[in-house]
Antibody
Framework: EVQLVESGGGLVQPGGSLRLSCAAS????????MNWVRQAPGKGLEWVSY????????YYADSVKGRFTISRDNAKNSLYLQMNSLRDEDTAVYYCARVTWGRDQWPVDDWGQGTLVTVSS | QSALTQPASVSGSPGQSITISCTGTSSDVGGYNYVSWYQQLPGKAPKFMIY???ERPSGVSNRFSGSKSGNTASLTISGLQAEDEADYYCTSYTGSSTFTVVFGGGTKLTVL
């Protein structure tokens, strides 16, 4: 069974930093590209970032470019999102999501349960 | 890239069929057959329901179907059931050379 478990969320002040992790199991993590998607409280979904299976290709949404860094460690079956210079508008549940088999970037099929990031003073 | 336009809410009675629209532009929905749909139950992660406009992943009920005409994609749920009550999101992907993923604002489906 595919499992994606996010961690690392919490309360942080504006301008602060946070590192999210996503532990993957139940599939060969190194074969799959991954994405981060977020959802502000009571709002819709927003794509945040993409990383290919080899880490060779990375993309960011304009709203986080220059502040967030996606990475992965295939040996540890883990995906990461380093978030710097956090703003109030970054407050959201952050989901890691796996790209469906046979596709390189999108769509995603399996999602974690999400981790809540709250940016507030 | 602007969000895709979905109705804020739709409703239907058990057994009925409903359709949720997702309107974009020729640069996203209309230009590519890469529309996907996700179902999100309250407090849960999204679930993958439709991809490539009309394809269903394994395990998804055939009561769910997708289509597209011009710049508007649609999700139809037939034989509405109480457990279908959820938020539904469409997405459009523009392909590997440009990589843009845009979501719709979401539609709340109420089963009366």
């Amino acid at each position: 069974e595919v499992q994606l478990v996010e961690s690392g969320g919490g309360l942080v002040q504006p301008g602060g930093s946070l590192r999210l992790s996503c532990a993957a199991s139940g599939f060969t993590f190194s074969y799959y590209s991954m994405n981060w998607v977020r959802q502000a409280p009571g709002k819709g979904l927003e794509w945040v970032s993409y990383i290919s299976s080899s880490s060779r290709t990375i993309y960011y949404a304009d709203s986080v470019k220059g502040r967030f860094t996606i990475s992965r460690d295939n040996a540890k079956n883990s995906l990461y999102l380093q978030m710097n210079s956090l703003r109030d508008e970054d407050t959201a549940v952050y989901y890691c999501a796996r790209v469906t088999w046979g596709r390189d970037q999108w769509p995603v099929d399996d999602w974690g349960q999400g981790t809540l990031v709250t940016v507030s003073s | 890239q602007s969000a895709l336009t979905q109705p804020a809410s739709v409703s239907g009675s058990p057994g009925q069929s409903i359709t949720i629209s997702c309107t974009g532009t020729s640069s996203d929905v209309g230009g590519y057959n890469y529309v996907s749909w996700y179902q999100q139950l309250p407090g849960k992660a999204p679930k993958f329901m439709i991809y490539d406009v009309s394809e269903r992943p394994s395990g998804v009920s055939n009561r769910f179907s997708g289509s597209k005409s011009g710049n508007t994609a649609s999700l139809t749920i037939s034989g509405l059931q109480a457990e279908d009550e959820a938020d539904y999101y469409c997405t459009s992907y523009t392909g590997s050379s440009t990589f843009t993923v845009v979501f719709g604002g979401g539609t709340k489906l109420t089963v009366l």
